[in-house]
């Protein structure tokens, strides 16, 4: 359970980071599951940054009963995400994705904020939307770990557009709060978990080191919060917690069988395009 203080610091600063919250058991099945199953690999799609070079990505909006699908509905995830969102409401999966960031050529990511991307899903209240970003490797500045602009949740939305591939934040608008706020990398181990509302400025720089850069992003939101131009069917539905046990005792069924993955099997998948709601980070 998160203390009082957590709970002050996570609505002063936009974000939390919580050290240790995943054991090293944990991060290991979860690491090799995700780099010896084929499933993750040919469900991946790339996206380039502006100098081309490309994070690969494996997104899916119903968890299933797979080693991922315990992972984001762990007691110890709902229960930290349930005390940070505003609402008295279930906690609903929104969606998932493994990020990818390859040594080398793992790409870069513009500053945003999540829901200068999810306001187009007309999803009412920023507030009840939450991310949480557990690592799979280390994440540093060399290797590209996540940046935020300390309490920038407060700036409320943000002006987004286009640029390249990637929708960023008003550019004159982050400049602004890179005077006025505390830039803070995020360097996290592996186990490492970042918790961080969808109003805050944020972005990530390309891999430059020789290691890669993994991690689980799952986005969560109460169930009042209605969203009128949201295709998946996930967002509404509480999620079905299961033990924090469960990850480790998964049964290491391959992927391959796991519909969560399969773009054919869930209709938000099928029709997702770069255009839509998905952030990459």
């Not at 990530?204 to 209605?226: E, F, H, T």
Request: net charge negative.
């Amino acid at each position: 359970m998160l203390t009082q203080a957590q709970i002050n610091q996570y609505h002063s600063d936009g974000y939390l980071v919580l050290r240790n919250f995943c054991s090293k058991p944990e991060i290991d099945k979860l690491y090799n599951v995700a780099i010896q199953d084929d499933a993750m690999r040919e469900n991946a799609l790339d996206l380039n940054d502006q100098t081309g070079k490309k994070t690969k990505l494996s997104l899916w909006f119903t968890p299933g009963n797979d080693v991922f699908g315990y992972l984001t509905r762990s007691q110890k995830v709902i229960e930290s995400v349930a005390l940070l969102l505003d609402s008295d409401a279930p906690v609903c999966h929104f969606h998932s994705k493994l990020m990818q960031k390859e040594p080398r050529v793992g790409g870069a990511w513009e500053w945003h904020q999540d829901y200068g991307y999810w306001y187009k899903n007309q999803f009412m209240f920023p507030d009840q939307l939450i991310s949480i970003m557990v690592a799979l490797t280390e994440a540093n500045k060399e290797n590209g770990c996540l940046q935020v602009i300390k309490g920038s949740h407060k700036l409320g939305r943000v002006n987004h557009g286009f640029a390249g591939e990637q929708v960023g934040a008003d550019a004159v608008m982050v400049e602004n709060a890179l005077q006025t706020m505390e830039l803070v990398y995020v360097e996290l181990e592996p186990g490492d978990a970042l918790i961080f509302h969808s109003n805050i400025l944020h972005r990530s720089g390309a891999n430059l080191s020789a290691y890669p850069r993994w991690s689980v992003i799952s986005c969560y939101c109460s169930q009042s919060n209605i969203a009128y131009n949201e295709t998946s069917a996930s967002w509404k539905v509480p999620v079905h917690v299961v033990p924090n046990e469960a990850i480790l005792t998964w049964d290491a069924e391959s992927l391959s069988n796991a519909d969560f993955l399969k773009k054919e099997n869930d209709p938000a998948l099928k029709e997702t395009g770069w255009e839509k709601e998905v952030i990459i980070k």
